[in-house]
């Protein structure tokens, strides 16, 4: 039984005042950003969320409205500032692809590394290690450190290692761009598969054809906090009919 229980969870990240390059330059001491203190952006207020085994939950909402900070505090890249937070269950996070990586260390030392971190065994790791190069299709290149990957190169091999896992929740931002046509086609594949076979999946998108294909619930963000919960069709219907009626007053004035 997997479960992810958020009870009056908020976020706020700290920005700092003055962070000019300039300022960056200058001694700690003396530095603008230090003698004035901070501010602060609330980017998730009061979310009251469960999702349990078989919830595919769609996340949508404009711009900045907190989505992708929704799906870091779940994968506990930020701890909320407050509230109660509750994961059970192994997660996948296709987002940020480029954390945890060791830029030094090489595609194989890499694979192993980034499998650990993700709570496989080295046992499992082993016997999964060919499978992954096979499907990143890096073949030699997997021998040298990733800090000379391209861009491309970079995502093929963050994408087979993170899909290559066994979890029980999924957190997803829109679709991974995953290198050229050819592999994306083939990401793509393996990425419907690997939604089929979790528990709970959550996924952030603009997409509401995503969403009616892929979720069964669905939650609208809109500065941070959630103006509506149902199924994926209710919640893209009000979300549209609001974009068009904002879109037609913006047009009149
Ligand atoms: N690391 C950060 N430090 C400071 N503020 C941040 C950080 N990440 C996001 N924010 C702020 O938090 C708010 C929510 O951002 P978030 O990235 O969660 O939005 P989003 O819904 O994913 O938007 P988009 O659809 O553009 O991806 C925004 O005001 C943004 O400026
Ligand atoms: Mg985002």
């Known amino acids: 039984m997997s479960y992810i229980e958020m009870e009056n969870i908020n976020l706020e990240y700290q920005i700092l005042k003055d962070n000019s390059l ?3 330059l200058l001694p700690r001491k003396k530095r603008l950003s ?7 952006i609330h ?3 009061n979310i009251n969320l469960s999702l349990y085994d078989g919830d595919r939950l769609a996340i949508i909402g404009h711009n900045g409205a907190g989505k992708s900070s929704f799906l870091k505090v779940v994968a506990g890249i930020y701890p ?7 994961v059970e269950g192994r997660i996948a996070s296709l987002f940020e692809l480029a954390t945890g990586f060791e830029m030094e260390a090489t595609g194989w030392e890499n ?7 993700l709570g496989e065994s080295p046992k499992e790791i082993s016997r999964k290690m060919k499978e ?3 499907f990143s299709e890096l073949g030699e290149h997997l021998n040298i450190p990733v800090k000379y990957y391209s861009s491309g190169m970079f995502i093929r091999l963050a994408f087979s290692i993170s899909t290559a896992i066994e979890p029980d929740i999924l957190l997803l931002d829109e679709v991974v761009a995953a290198g050229d046509a050819r592999f994306l086609k083939k990401a793509q594949n393996r990425l419907n598969e690997l939604v089929d076979r979790v528990k709970i999946l959550v996924y952030v998108t603009h997409s509401m ?14 500065n941070g906090g959630i103006k509506m919960t149902g199924t994926p069709q209710e919640v893209a219907d009000a979300y549209i009919s609001n974009s068009n009626s904002l879109l037609n007053k913006e047009t009149h004035q």
């Open 80 to 86: 909320p500032t407050s509230g109660a937070l509750k």
């Open 43 to 45: 980017a998730l207020q």
């Open 111 to 117: 694979i192993k590394l980034r499998g650990l971190m």
């Open 132 to 134: 992954i190069a096979e």
């Open 22 to 24: 300039k300022d960056l």
């Open 34 to 40: 230090v003698v004035t203190g901070a501010k602060s």
């Open 209 to 222: 054809a995503s969403a009616f294909e892929f979720c069964n619930k669905c939650i609208w963000l809109e």
